[in-house]
């Protein structure tokens, strides 16, 4: 089954440490996302990628880094200087095309704790 | 300021009633979507209209669009207490030739038995 699989469930962080969170998807979708959830909030775009080997800034990126290697990977690292980091991370991926009406895919998330 | 704002932002009806929630954005859109959310879980996309589509139907939901004044709706007809979720709108948005999709905060929905 296609799908997309974010790995850990949970993870908790140290404070000062970096974190890497991991997105993997086999719908052979070329873009794919990554958002951030606050409790009883909606979600807030943090990085997305187009393509293999680029990628942009959403709107809050400060404090994360993406890489996009290859076409079914896109992780996330959550920096040190990511001040307030504790949140639920949600990775999507969609067809890409200039004017897609697909929906987005999204992963089970991961559950970030700083401890 | 968000994009999108849902009303309400929580609900609790009884089960076999309808519920309607609402999304209202600011900028012109390519398309807008819901998707539900269960407690913690993955968001699931439900039902896309596109700008130039007024109304859209899929099993017991019924979705609007207004663009003029830039607003939508999902009804879900004859609730059960598994349609118990978040529900978001998203807005579809071009923005240098890349799509990117505007969540709105939610809106907590809870079927009662």
């Known amino acids: 089954d296609g799908g997309i699989t974010q790995s850990p469930k949970y993870l908790f962080r140290k404070e000062g440490q970096n974190v890497t969170l991991s997105c993997e998807q086999n719908?052979?979708?070329?873009?794919m996302y990554w958002y951030r959830q606050d409790p009883g909030q909606g979600l807030r775009l943090i990085y997305y990628?187009?393509?293999?080997?680029?990628?942009q800034k959403g709107d809050i990126a400060e404090g994360y880094s993406v890489s996009r290697e290859k076409k079914e990977s896109f992780p996330l690292t959550v920096t040190s200087a990511q001040k307030n980091p504790t949140a639920f991370y949600l990775c999507?991926?969609?067809?890409?095309?200039?004017?897609?009406?697909?929906?987005?895919?999204f992963g089970s998330g991961t559950r970030l704790t700083v401890v | 300021s968000q994009q999108g704002e849902e009303d309400p932002q929580a609900l609790s009806i009884q089960e076999g009633e309808n519920a309607t929630m609402n999304c209202s954005y600011k900028?012109?859109?390519?398309?807008l979507q819901w998707y539900r959310q269960n407690s913690g879980r993955a968001l699931v996309h439900l039902i896309l209209?596109?700008?130039?589509?007024r109304e859209k139907h899929s099993g017991r939901l019924r979705v609007t669009l207004d663009t003029s004044k830039k607003s939508s709706s999902l009804l879900i007809t004859a609730s059960r207490a598994a349609d118990t979720a978040s529900y978001f709108c998203?807005?579809?948005?071009?923005?240098?030739?890349?799509?990117?999709?505007?969540f709105g905060q939610g809106t907590r929905l809870t079927i009662n038995p």
């Open positions: 719908l052979n979708h070329d873009a």
């Open positions: 990628s187009q393509i293999v080997n680029d990628f």
């Open positions: 900028t012109s859109i390519n398309n």
């Open positions: 998203a807005t579809a948005l071009i923005i240098q030739g890349a799509q990117k999709l505007v």
């Open positions: 209209i596109r700008s130039n589509e």
């Open positions: 999507a991926s969609s067809i890409d095309l200039p004017i897609s009406n697909y929906g987005y895919t």
